[in-house]
């Protein structure tokens, strides 16, 4: 005799219903497991190419950012040159001002302006003649006073560290606007 005749009917139904659910829960849990591998691949699958798009858009902004300070130092030293430039237009400027300015103090030159010579207002008496180190022949000159010379002298000196320096803005707004 066996086991299962010795048990009673309702007893055995209950048993079977146990052991089909056992069955039935396992089968959901190893379907439920089955699913669970499936998604679990496929969100490993989108990180990794998550991770790799995000590697790929590093790496761009990382060659563009280099690339951008490339130009940026390549326009630095071009600005630079520039200045140097312009800084050393501007020191040669002011040494022949000062030279001049020297020369006038000592006398050793002497401003002149030239008169019109057609003027029949002027009663003045002007030499014609040049001296040893002049270039204009023949033509009325007066001299001016080193006062008024050394103010004419500075006014021009003025004008042209303006002028210098109004080129070297031009120079940098060229620089800085013209792409390269």
Known sequence: MRLIDLIPAP??????GVLLAALAGGSAA????????RYGRQLEQQARLQA??????TL????QQQAEQAKRLILE??????????YRALSDAQRDQGRLRDRLATADLRLSVLLDATDAASSRTV?????????????????????????IIG?????????????????YAKEVSTPK
């Open 11 to 16: 007893y055995k139904l209950l048993a079977q």
């Open 30 to 37: 190893l379907a439920w497991q089955v699913q669970d591998w």
């Open 52 to 57: 790799e798009s995000l590697n790929q858009q």
């Open 60 to 63: 761009a902004a990382a060659a």
């Open 77 to 86: 030293q071009r600005l630079s040159a520039s200045e140097q430039t312009h």
């Open 127 to 151: 030499s014609a003649s040049t001296k040893a180190g002049g270039v204009v022949h023949g033509v009325t000159r007066a001299e001016l006073d080193p006062a008024h010379a050394q103010r």
């Open 155 to 171: 006014i021009t000196d003025a004008g042209d560290q303006g002028l210098i320096a109004l080129a070297a803005c031009q120079a």
